[in-house]
Protein backbone atom coordinates (compact mmCIF):
# COMPACT_ATOMS: atom_id res chain seq x y z
CA UNK A 1 0.00 0.00 0.00
CA UNK A 2 1.38 3.23 -1.02
CA UNK A 3 1.73 6.28 1.69
CA UNK A 4 -1.09 8.49 0.03
CA UNK A 5 -3.10 5.58 0.15
CA UNK A 6 -2.76 4.64 3.97
CA UNK A 7 -6.34 5.32 5.77
CA UNK A 8 -5.74 8.65 7.86
CA UNK A 9 -5.85 8.07 12.04
CA UNK A 10 -8.57 8.17 14.31
CA UNK A 11 -9.13 8.57 17.85
CA UNK A 12 -11.43 7.74 20.76
CA UNK A 13 -12.38 5.04 23.90
CA UNK A 14 -13.40 1.95 22.24
CA UNK A 15 -14.48 -0.95 24.62
CA UNK A 16 -14.64 -4.17 22.83
CA UNK A 17 -17.10 -6.91 24.37
CA UNK A 18 -15.43 -10.41 23.37
CA UNK A 19 -18.22 -13.39 23.93
CA UNK A 20 -17.75 -17.52 24.04
CA UNK A 21 -16.95 -18.00 20.29
CA UNK A 22 -14.27 -19.79 19.09
CA UNK A 23 -14.32 -16.87 17.07
CA UNK A 24 -12.69 -14.96 19.84
CA UNK A 25 -9.26 -16.63 19.00
CA UNK A 26 -9.27 -14.09 16.15
CA UNK A 27 -9.14 -10.76 18.23
CA UNK A 28 -5.63 -10.15 18.67
CA UNK A 29 -5.69 -10.13 14.99
CA UNK A 30 -8.61 -7.55 14.72
CA UNK A 31 -7.23 -5.35 17.36
CA UNK A 32 -3.66 -5.24 15.95
CA UNK A 33 -5.05 -4.46 12.77
CA UNK A 34 -7.14 -1.55 14.44
CA UNK A 35 -3.67 -0.35 15.84
CA UNK A 36 -2.59 0.60 12.56
CA UNK A 37 -4.38 3.47 12.64
CA UNK A 38 -6.43 4.17 15.27
CA UNK A 39 -4.77 6.23 18.62
CA UNK A 40 -7.27 5.90 20.85
CA UNK A 41 -7.39 3.52 23.85
CA UNK A 42 -8.61 0.00 23.57
CA UNK A 43 -10.14 -1.74 26.56
CA UNK A 44 -11.69 -5.31 26.57
CA UNK A 45 -14.37 -6.92 28.10
CA UNK A 46 -14.23 -10.55 28.27
CA UNK A 47 -17.29 -12.75 29.48
CA UNK A 48 -15.71 -16.00 31.58
CA UNK A 49 -16.63 -18.08 28.54
CA UNK A 50 -14.93 -16.09 26.10
CA UNK A 51 -11.83 -16.41 28.37
CA UNK A 52 -12.05 -20.47 28.01
CA UNK A 53 -11.10 -19.63 24.28
CA UNK A 54 -8.63 -17.24 24.87
CA UNK A 55 -6.79 -16.15 27.50
CA UNK A 56 -7.36 -12.26 29.16
CA UNK A 57 -3.42 -12.26 29.69
CA UNK A 58 -3.12 -13.07 25.84
CA UNK A 59 -5.45 -10.66 25.08
CA UNK A 60 -3.60 -8.28 27.68
CA UNK A 61 -0.67 -7.79 25.42
CA UNK A 62 -2.93 -6.27 22.42
CA UNK A 63 -5.37 -4.23 24.28
CA UNK A 64 -4.63 -0.86 26.60
CA UNK A 65 -6.98 -2.97 29.64
CA UNK A 66 -8.54 -6.34 29.95
CA UNK A 67 -11.32 -6.67 31.96
CA UNK A 68 -13.06 -10.22 33.34
CA UNK A 69 -15.06 -8.81 35.96
CA UNK A 70 -13.66 -12.23 37.95
CA UNK A 71 -12.00 -10.21 41.16
CA UNK A 72 -14.09 -8.38 42.96
CA UNK A 73 -11.44 -6.28 44.24
CA UNK A 74 -11.82 -4.40 40.89
CA UNK A 75 -15.30 -3.65 41.48
CA UNK A 76 -15.31 -0.21 42.15
CA UNK A 77 -13.45 1.02 39.50
CA UNK A 78 -14.07 -1.82 36.57
CA UNK A 79 -18.22 -1.92 36.46
CA UNK A 80 -21.18 -1.49 34.23
CA UNK A 81 -21.07 2.11 35.31
CA UNK A 82 -17.82 3.10 34.65
CA UNK A 83 -17.14 1.17 31.16
CA UNK A 84 -20.29 2.59 29.99
CA UNK A 85 -19.66 6.17 30.79
CA UNK A 86 -15.80 5.93 30.28
CA UNK A 87 -15.94 4.89 26.38
CA UNK A 88 -17.11 6.62 22.89
CA UNK A 89 -17.99 3.15 21.60
CA UNK A 90 -18.54 -0.60 22.07
CA UNK A 91 -18.50 -3.24 19.79
CA UNK A 92 -19.05 -6.65 20.45
CA UNK A 93 -16.66 -9.15 18.37
CA UNK A 94 -17.73 -12.09 18.29
CA UNK A 95 -21.62 -11.45 19.41
CA UNK A 96 -22.63 -15.14 19.67
CA UNK A 97 -26.69 -16.09 19.46
CA UNK A 98 -26.70 -16.43 23.25
CA UNK A 99 -25.41 -12.99 23.69
CA UNK A 100 -27.74 -11.07 20.65
CA UNK A 101 -30.74 -13.21 22.76
CA UNK A 102 -29.90 -11.68 26.31
CA UNK A 103 -29.86 -8.02 24.97
CA UNK A 104 -32.78 -8.51 22.79
CA UNK A 105 -34.45 -9.43 25.94
CA UNK A 106 -33.21 -6.68 28.01
CA UNK A 107 -31.35 -9.14 30.78
CA UNK A 108 -28.13 -8.36 32.11
CA UNK A 109 -26.45 -11.79 33.70
CA UNK A 110 -23.19 -10.77 33.65
CA UNK A 111 -20.83 -7.45 33.29
CA UNK A 112 -21.04 -7.49 29.24
CA UNK A 113 -24.60 -7.32 28.32
CA UNK A 114 -25.26 -4.98 31.80
CA UNK A 115 -22.43 -2.49 30.50
CA UNK A 116 -24.41 -2.89 27.13
CA UNK A 117 -27.30 -2.04 29.12
CA UNK A 118 -26.22 0.87 30.55
CA UNK A 119 -23.91 2.52 27.61
CA UNK A 120 -25.59 5.67 26.20
CA UNK A 121 -22.94 5.58 23.56
CA UNK A 122 -23.12 3.71 20.45
CA UNK A 123 -23.10 -0.08 20.51
CA UNK A 124 -22.13 -2.52 17.37
CA UNK A 125 -23.02 -6.24 17.31
CA UNK A 126 -20.80 -8.78 14.88
CA UNK A 127 -22.55 -12.07 15.37
CA UNK A 128 -20.20 -15.25 14.81
CA UNK A 129 -22.12 -18.33 14.43
CA UNK A 130 -22.94 -21.34 12.06
CA UNK A 131 -24.76 -20.62 8.74
CA UNK A 132 -27.92 -23.08 10.11
CA UNK A 133 -27.86 -20.96 13.70
CA UNK A 134 -28.11 -17.57 11.97
CA UNK A 135 -30.84 -18.50 9.92
CA UNK A 136 -33.40 -19.35 12.71
CA UNK A 137 -36.18 -17.03 12.53
CA UNK A 138 -35.45 -16.93 16.71
CA UNK A 139 -31.88 -15.67 16.06
CA UNK A 140 -33.27 -13.02 12.95
CA UNK A 141 -35.91 -11.94 15.35
CA UNK A 142 -33.80 -11.35 18.06
CA UNK A 143 -31.53 -9.16 14.96
CA UNK A 144 -34.38 -7.30 13.87
CA UNK A 145 -35.36 -6.18 18.06
CA UNK A 146 -31.68 -5.07 18.08
CA UNK A 147 -32.06 -2.81 15.77
CA UNK A 148 -35.46 -1.56 16.08
CA UNK A 149 -33.60 -0.36 19.44
CA UNK A 150 -31.39 1.31 17.62
CA UNK A 151 -28.21 -0.80 18.00
CA UNK A 152 -25.86 -1.24 14.85
CA UNK A 153 -26.11 -5.04 13.96
CA UNK A 154 -23.75 -5.87 11.34
CA UNK A 155 -24.49 -8.96 9.37
CA UNK A 156 -21.65 -11.76 9.37
CA UNK A 157 -19.33 -12.06 6.10
CA UNK A 158 -19.30 -15.55 4.26
CA UNK A 159 -16.43 -17.52 4.14
CA UNK A 160 -14.56 -21.02 4.50
CA UNK A 161 -14.34 -22.93 8.06
CA UNK A 162 -12.73 -26.30 9.22
CA UNK A 163 -15.81 -28.10 10.17
CA UNK A 164 -14.81 -30.60 12.69
CA UNK A 165 -18.04 -32.72 11.81
CA UNK A 166 -17.37 -33.34 8.48
CA UNK A 167 -13.56 -33.03 8.43
CA UNK A 168 -13.98 -30.56 5.72
CA UNK A 169 -14.50 -26.46 5.12
CA UNK A 170 -17.60 -25.15 4.13
CA UNK A 171 -19.43 -21.60 3.75
CA UNK A 172 -19.89 -20.34 6.63
CA UNK A 173 -20.54 -16.67 8.33
CA UNK A 174 -17.41 -14.89 10.22
CA UNK A 175 -16.75 -11.98 11.48
CA UNK A 176 -16.23 -9.28 8.99
CA UNK A 177 -12.76 -9.13 7.03
CA UNK A 178 -10.32 -6.44 9.47
CA UNK A 179 -10.24 -3.36 6.98
CA UNK A 180 -14.45 -3.61 7.14
CA UNK A 181 -13.99 -3.35 10.79
CA UNK A 182 -12.16 -0.87 11.01
CA UNK A 183 -13.98 1.16 8.82
CA UNK A 184 -17.10 0.36 10.72
CA UNK A 185 -15.59 1.99 14.02
CA UNK A 186 -14.35 4.94 12.35
CA UNK A 187 -17.34 5.58 11.17
CA UNK A 188 -19.20 5.21 14.29
CA UNK A 189 -16.29 6.97 16.13
CA UNK A 190 -17.42 10.01 14.24
CA UNK A 191 -20.61 10.14 14.78
CA UNK A 192 -21.88 9.04 10.89
CA UNK A 193 -24.51 6.26 10.45
CA UNK A 194 -23.57 3.02 10.41
CA UNK A 195 -26.67 0.94 10.15
CA UNK A 196 -25.80 -2.40 10.42
CA UNK A 197 -26.41 -4.16 6.79
Known amino acids: MDIQDT ?4 EGRLLIGATGSAAVAMLPMYIGALRSVFRGSITVLMTRTA ?4 PAHTVGLFADRVVTGEEAATWPRENHATLAAG ?3 TVILPATANTLSVIASGAAPNMLTTTVLAATHPVAFFPVMTGEMWGKPAVQRNVAWLRE ?6 DPASGPRYDVVT ?3 IDSPQPPPPPRFIEIVRRLMAGNDASGV
Open 7 to 10: PSSF
Open 51 to 54: TTFL
Open 87 to 89: HDL
Open 149 to 154: DGYHVY
Open 167 to 169: GEF
